[in-house]
Structures are given as structure tokens and as C-alpha cells.
């Protein structure tokens, strides 16, 4: 017990150093607490080690303690897993119907062709019959006006197209490898705020599609393994696309150092 | 079950297949909805029990063939009584693997008709023709090789270990095979400019086989496999040694219960490295699958990873310290002290080392290798080598093996803590905020040179405890069965856990398709597309994990509990540890 309590005063005291010294060095609290309990799973370690054994068991005593270990394990592992923070699901359900959706209606669409079809081939017929009606005398088959004009298509507002760019910036992720407004990147992209000074809505739109047309400076590496994916023309919609590019365009910020582009296509 | 009985199961299990095939084709099949689970989830839970009882029955006649191979160049019956015991369990659970299969089968032809035909269709070859082949040879040869092991001894032996070697050599095949279409799924077939479908349109069946994750996928399950039979067979023997009423019984059970453990341990030692060239390949594959995996959603899926490989480590280790305990003559080991030295040093020096020269830089290892190797005699096994001044050539300091071994174990504690330190406490990069970020300075012990520096360190630090434990059995005497009981739960710990880590690591693998059935290429258009919380996950993994004990238990108890009353020669008397 004496070698217990030693081993679990070395840890506290090991742990109350380390929260000392991260609270210097301003660590957030929680990874001072982190640091702390590394401390003591270290004296938990030693004190395992230095346990004395454990009395063979067999028969029944031995099942109740395998179960019971069992049941340990399990209440560990599933309580450890949830103490970790967690992911909101509900955060990605809406950027999933939003990213899915055209693709969807693309295969609703592909339905609706077929309604088409089908009511062309009766258009048809009954044009045949009306035919056949006049052969016969009738005449009196009134015409009827023709089907109206679909409807006009209304112009977006710039406000919205520029809306629609930028939740095409949170919906493909571009923040994960490109900074921008100071947010998002991890140096595995360049960042982006001066960019409309070097590309036109063209120019972006271009490397979006075909991301080896243009290299930035100094990610040369990056450009020859081709970090940047090659899948954009197939993921998004044109339109998107011609977003996502125009609200780029838009960023001309001169303080901030975007590496050039140069065009290798 | 007698044979004919296992034959009706393999064939249930093809019908299932064929059977699966046809109703794929009929038009328009509706898909169902599984109560409480929903079908995602469905599908996982029978998938992953699938998967696990592949696994084993895939790992473990390697493990088989190897110690019988063993008995038979040492001539020493307890490795062959080893290997036929985990053979009988083998037999059974190969029956389990073929019924979760066709479950399986069942279950995603109903849940998710569409995409199952379509899949069946790109590898229509594979489903129809070359997996049943395999699948059928394999059972044809399984039971060739349990059935005639009384038959085929002595002079017949190399025969049958021909057989075992087949068996592996097939199975390695079928598992190499499946691994297409699965790694499909997360790599399909792409080349630059062209459409995925268009391309795919074009592509070739060995295309689609040959894709990026297929060869790290194939390396990564092969030795997940081994690594999985060595911790099933050291359960077997702990389940056993927890039932023995004899001491000689004990005394195997414990040697055999050490043999699965070194076996397991051995494997997973690679683990790391090959679970990170996996994620390297799908990182290279598509850059944005790396941030979702290490910064985004499944980012705290990788911390949970962590913590488990941490615990294994620790566990392995600590099995070590226990067999050490058993061995008289133990204090007289003694080791260079640049052991510890480099054990201390591995980490920091690793990391800095590994920002500077990022992997693959072979720079990297002009300053890690001389660190690595110092401790090490290599003359032993390069005669070469002893022409190279080694660094521990002039330094005659030592010290004992316990003090090896308790600097190992802060060490070990050390490298757990600098792979579990994130970014940031927070499930994703958007809701990262000051109060829950490691300040920048500090940033590094979340970058990937810290982490591979921690993996190193723990693979570096197992490697030396059973260098000094191959040094005490060779110096002292090991008396089989008098092993700290504790030992027994050390080795079922390692068992579960390492099948719970392979549960979370499919489930990460399934994961990182995203909202895709095949990734970039077939949309999952379902309301159950999104990620699940990793508290969800464990709950499912748990209850996966469980099932699959109860079938192995189940298993063990039905296959080996009668041995009692035949009696064995006496293996387990204590001899001098030399003579092993």
C-alpha cells in the first residue's frame, strides 16, 4: 500500500509540474488538465508494475472475473469514445442535401425525360386523330393555342451569386487547405485573399476545373503530385462553379502575401 | 459438425451469392428499411462481423502452419498440439465466415439494391467465378488439412505442412481478390482530365482491381491478419489456462498463450507503418480526404485510435514484464546504456529530424538510423557489420534489464501522450477556438512528425524489452506456469482490443467515402450518408466486438474443452529457457 500511495504522490506531483509549466507557456486549460492525466496514467503504469501477483483462479471464480472484465472493457471503450467531443451530424446533413441534391435531381430529371417522351408520342397521336378528324368533315377541331412560353428565368442578384460562391466555399471544403479572411488552411494550399488581383473569374474558374493549369509559387511540390484534386468538373454544377469563382475574384487584398500563379497550361 | 454439414453451410453461403446476383437483377427491386438500426448500420454490423471472422480464419493458418512447422524442425509436440488446437477452432469459425457472408450478401442486395447490382457488375468476374473458386478451393483444402493431420505424421509431415502452405497460399489469394472491389470503393479507377464514369467506362477488370489502396489495403489486412491470429490464439490460451486443472495444462497453456502473444506482438509492430502508408496513399489519392480524416469529422476517430494503440503497447509490454518475473536469473541481464539513451532521445530527436526531412526524405534516416541501431549488436546477424564502429563499442556502461525496461515503460507512457495531443479539443476545424487549441509554438506535437515519432518510439521500445527477454531466457531458467495470473487478462485485453481498433479502423475506412457508395463516382442518396458521432460508433463497434467473442468463446469451448480427457504428452515441465 506504502508503494501505491508513493507512486501516486510521484505522479500528482509530476502532474502539478506539468500543469505548471503549460499554465506558462499558456496551454488552455483543457490541455493542462491533458498533461495532468498523462502524468497520472504514468503512475498508474508504475503501479501496476510494481503490483503484487495475482492468485491463479479457476472454475466459476474465474468465469464470474473474465465476465467481469469483460463488462469493463466495454463500459471503458464506449465511455472513453464518447468523452472525445463529437461530431454533429445535423452540421453535414444540410451540406450533403445541398451537394447531392442537383445530382439527385439530375436522376429525377432523367425520370422526367421520359414523361416527355411519352407525352410527345401522345401529342402525336393526337395530332394524328385530329388529322383524320378533319379527312372526316369535322373542321370544327378548334386549334388549340400554342403551349405557353416557359417561364422567364430571372436574372440572380449579384448578391446572391456572391452568396452562392462562398457557400460553395464551406460546401466543398476549399478552407481545409486554403486560408482565407484569416480563417481556415493548413499550409497545404496557398492562401487565397490577394487572388483576384492576380486571376480573372476565368483564370479561377479554369484552375478550379483543371487544377494543374496554374502553379503557385513555392508549391511546386504540391502542384507536380497533384495535391490539389481533379475533381471539381465532376462534382459541381457550372453554375457553382462560375460562383465560387466571381466571389474569389472579389478578394484583392494586397496585404496579404498570395503567392503568384503561374500558368502552366 | 461433420463434414457434409460444413459443405451444406459453403454451399448455403453460394447460393446466397448466386442467389444474391439474380435478385439484383430484377428491375426496380425496392430496398427495405431495418428497424432501429437503419440500413446503414445494418449492413455494418453483419459486414464487420464478416469481416472479423475472415480475418481470423485467414490469420490464423499462418500463424498454424508456422508453428507446425516449428514442432516439426524441433521435434517438439507442443507446437503441434498449438497448431491443431487453433486449426479445430479455425474449422469452426470458417463456418461462421461463410454464413456472415452470405448474410451479408442478403442484407445489402435488400438494403441497398441499386448499388449492389451495379457494383456485382463491375466485377462480375470477381463475385462470380474467381472468389468462388478461390472460396471453394480454400474450404476443400482447410478440411483436407484438419482431417488428415492424425494421418499425415512422421514421415508424411512435410506433406501435410506442403498442404498448410497451399492453404495459406490460396487464402492469401482470396483475400488479395476481395480487396479489389473493396478498395474500389474508397479508390476507384481515375485518370486526369477524364470524367471518373467516363473513365471507368473505358477501364479494364484489372483497372479497377489494381487501384491505388488496393497493395497498402492488401499489406495493411495481411498483416492485421497475422497480428489478429496471434492475440486470438494467446485468448485461446488464456481461456484455457484459466480452466486448466492440472499444472502441466497450465504450463502449455501458458507457453502457448507467450507463443500468440510474441506472434501477435511481432505483426503489430508493423501495424503502424502499414496503416500509415495506407492513409498516405489515400491522402495522395485525394488531398481532401486527409483533412477530413486528421482535422475534420473523423478526426477524433483517430484520437480514439490512439489511445487504443497506446493502451496496447503499454499492455504488450506489460505482458513482457510479467513473463520476466517468471524467469530465475533475470536480475543478471544487463544492457548498454545507450539504450535508455536512445529511448529518451528517439522522441525529440524524431520529431525535429522528421520536420526537416519530411517522409519519404531519405535524409531523414542519415541521423535516425545510428540512433536506432547504437543499442543493437548487429554483428550476430551481419558479419559485415562488424567492421563498423558501432557507438556501443566504446561505451562499456550498463545497465539492468528492469531499469531498461521501467525507462521503456515511461517512454512508452511519453509516446502514448504525444500521439493523443490534438490540434485542438474539437470535432472539426470550423469550431476550433483559442481556449481549445494548442497554442502555435506547440503546434507541432499535432503535426505528423511528432506522431510518426511517437509511433517509432513505441515500436522502438517493444523491440528492446524482448531483445532483453530473448537475453533472459537465453542467461536463466523459465518455469512454464507459474505466470502472474494477471497475464491471462493482459493477453484476453490485447485480443479485444486489438479486434475493437480493427472495428474502428473499418468503420474509419467505410467512412471516408463519404456521402458516396463508391467514392467520387455513385452518390448515396439515403438520409443515412452523413458521419456518424464516434460515441454512436463505439457503442456498434462494442456490440460487434462482443458478438464475436461470444462466437469465438463459444467456439473454444465446443473444440477444446473435450481434450481434457484425452490426456497430452507432458510438455509443460520446467527447462532450462536455453533449450526452447
Aim: positive net charge; proline residues 5%; contains cysteine.
Amino acid at each position: 500500500m506504502g508503494n501505491v500511495i508513493k507512486k501516486l504522490a510521484i505522479g500528482l506531483a509530476v502532474g502539478g509540474v506539468l500543469v505548471g509549466i503549460t499554465r506558462a507557456l499558456q496551454f488552455p486549460f483543457i490541455f493542462q488538465m491533458m498533461f495532468f492525466g498523462y502524468a497520472i496514467l504514468g503512475a498508474a503504469v508504475f503501479i501496476l508494475l510494481d503490483a503484487p501477483s495475482l492468485k491463479t483462479m479457476s472454475g466459476i471464480k474465474s468465469l464470474i472475473a473474465l465476465v467481469a472484465f469483460y463488462i469493463v472493457l466495454c463500459t471503458v471503450y464506449i465511455s472513453g469514445a464518447s468523452m472525445w467531443p463529437q461530431y454533429d451530424p445535423e452540421d453535414e446533413k444540410g451540406k450533403i442535401a445541398k451537394i447531392l441534391g442537383p445530382k439527385f435531381a439530375a436522376t429525377q430529371q432523367g425520370k422526367a425525360e421520359e414523361l416527355i417522351a411519352r407525352a410527345k408520342a401522345l401529342d402525336e397521336q393526337v395530332k394524328a386523330l385530329e388529322v383524320r378528324l378533319k379527312e372526316l368533315g369535322g373542321g370544327q377541331a378548334t386549334k388549340e393555342p400554342p403551349a405557353g412560353a416557359a417561364p422567364a428565368t430571372t436574372g440572380v442578384a449579384t448578391g446572391d451569386f456572391m452568396k452562392q460562391g462562398e457557400e460553395q466555399w464551406q460546401l466543398q471544403e476549399c478552407y481545409n487547405c486554403h486560408k482565407l479572411k484569416g480563417e481556415g488552411g493548413k499550409k497545404r494550399g496557398p492562401e487565397l485573399d490577394n487572388i483576384g488581383t492576380y486571376l480573372t473569374v476565368d483564370e479561377i474558374k479554369l484552375k478550379i476545373l483543371d487544377p494543374k493549369s496554374f502553379m503557385a509559387e513555392g508549391f511546386e511540390k504540391e502542384w507536380e503530385k497533384g495535391k490539389m484534386p481533379d475533381k471539381y468538373k465532376d462534382l459541381m454544377e457550372e453554375g457553382d462553379v462560375v460562383a465560387l469563382a466571381s466571389w474569389l475574384g472579389t478578394f484583392k487584398n494586397t496585404s496579404v502575401n498570395t503567392p503568384k500563379p503561374i500558368k502552366k497550361k | 459438425m461433420k463434414t457434409w454439414q460444413r459443405g451444406l453451410v459453403a454451399a448455403c453461403a453460394l447460393l446466397a451469392l448466386f442467389g444474391g446476383v439474380a435478385y439484383a437483377q430484377a428491375p426496380g427491386a425496392p430496398s427495405v428499411e431495418f428497424p432501429y438500426t437503419g440500413n446503414r448500420t445494418a449492413v455494418w454490423i453483419v459486414a464487420q462481423l464478416h469481416i472479423l471472422f475472415a480475418a481470423f480464419i485467414l490469420g490464423a493458418p499462418i500463424f498454424v502452419v508456422i508453428s507446425e512447422w516449428m514442432g516439426y524442425r524441433k521435434q517438439e509436440p507442443r507446437y503441434d498440439r498449438l497448431a491443431k488446437e487453433v486449426t479445430k477452432v479455425t474449422v469452426i469459425l470458417y463456418s461462421m465466415t461463410a454464413l456472415t457472408g452470405g448474410l451479408f450478401i442478403f442484407v445489402l442486395l435488400a438494403t441497398y439494391p441499386q448499388f449492389t447490382t451495379w457494383f456485382i457488375n463491375q466485377f462480375f468476374l470477381v463475385f462470380a467465378v474467381i472468389y468462388p473458386a478461390l472460396f471453394i478451393s480454400e474450404t476443400i483444402l482447410l478440411y483436407l488439412y484438419f482431417y488428415t493431420w492424425d494421418s499425415w505424421k512422421g514421415e508424411k509431415k512435410s506433406r501435410h505442412i506442403a498442404l498448410g502452405v497451399l492453404l495459406n497460399l490460396i487464402g492469401l489469394i482470396t483475400l488479395v481478390v476481395i480487396n479489389g472491389p473493396t478498395s474500389f470503393m474508397n479508390t476507384p479507377v481515375k485518370a486526369e482530365g477524364i470524367s471518373p464514369q467516363l473513365y471507368l467506362e473505358t477501364a479494364t477488370l484489372w483497372d479497377k482491381i489494381f487501384n491505388y489502396s488496393w497493395m497498402p489495403l492488401n499489406l495493411h489486412r495481411i498483416v492485421g491478419n497475422v497480428t489478429f491470429g496471434g492475440f486470438v490464439a494467446g485468448m485461446i490460451a488464456a481461456y484455457m489456462y484459466m480452466g486448466a486443472k492440472k499444472d502441466e495444462e497450465r504450463a502449455y497453456y501458458d507457453w502457448m498463450g507467450f507463443v500468440g502473444n510474441l506472434i501477435g506482438v511481432g505483426a503489430m509492430l508493423f501495424l503502424p507503418f502499414m496503416g500509415y502508408l495506407l492513409a498516405y496513399e489515400l491522402c495522395d489519392y485525394d488531398a481532401s480526404i486527409c483533412p477530413y480524416m486528421m482535422a475534420d469529422q473523423l478526426s477524433m476517430f483517430f484520437e480514439m485510435q490512439g489511445a487504443m494503440i497506446g493502451l496496447m503497447f503499454l499492455a504488450s509490454n506489460y505482458y513482457i514484464w510479467l513473463s520476466m518475473k517468471r524467469i530465475e536469473g533475470v536480475e543478471k541481464v544487463r544492457m548498454t546504456i545507450l539504450a535508455p539513451i536512445a529511448m529518451v532521445a528517439l522522441p525529440l530527436v524524431m520529431t525535429k529530424v522528421m520536420t526537416d526531412y519530411p517522409v519519404p526524405d531519405p535524409m531523414s534516416l542519415a541521423f535516425l538510423l545510428p540512433l536506432i541501431l547504437a543499442p543493437f549488436t548487429l554483428a550476430r546477424f551481419v558479419p559485415l557489420v562488424r567492421f563498423i564502429p558501432l557507438v556501443g563499442r566504446f561505451i562499456p556502461q550498463t545497465v539492468s534489464a528492469r531499469t531498461v525496461i521501467k525507462i521503456g515503460f515511461l517512454m512508452v507512457v511519453v509516446g502514448d501522450a504525444i500521439w493523443l495531443t490534438p490540434h485542438g479539443f474539437v470535432p472539426t476545424g470550423a469550431k476550433l477556438v483559442a481556449e481549445l487549441e494548442l497554442p502555435s509554438d506547440w503546434n507541432f506535437l499535432a503535426l505528423m512528425p511528432a506522431k510518426n515519432s511517437a509511433a517509432f518510439t513505441l515500436v522502438f521500445v517493444t523491440v528492446v524489452n524482448y531483445v532483453i527477454y530473448n537475453r533472459a531466457i537465453r542467461q536463466g531458467t523459465i518455469v512454464w506456469g507459474k505466470i502472474d495470473f494477471a497475464s491471462q487478462f493482459v493477453l484476453i485485453f490485447l485480443a479485444f482490443s486489438s479486434i475493437w481498433t480493427m472495428g474502428l479502423m473499418g468503420a474509419v475506412r467505410s467512412l471516408l467515402r463519404k456521402y458516396y457508395h463508391t467514392y467520387n463516382l455513385l452518390p448515396d442518396f439515403t438520409a443515412e450518408s452523413f458521419t456518424p458521432t464516434l460515441s454512436y460508433s463505439a457503442w456498434w463497434i462494442t456490440g460487434i466486438t462482443v458478438v464475436f467473442f461470444v462466437v469465438v468463446s463459444f467456439a473454444i469451448i465446443v473444440t477444446l474443452r473435450p481434450s481434457d480427457s484425452k490426456g497430452h504428452a507432458p510438455e509443460g515441465s520446467p527447462v532450462p529457457a536455453r533449450a526452447k
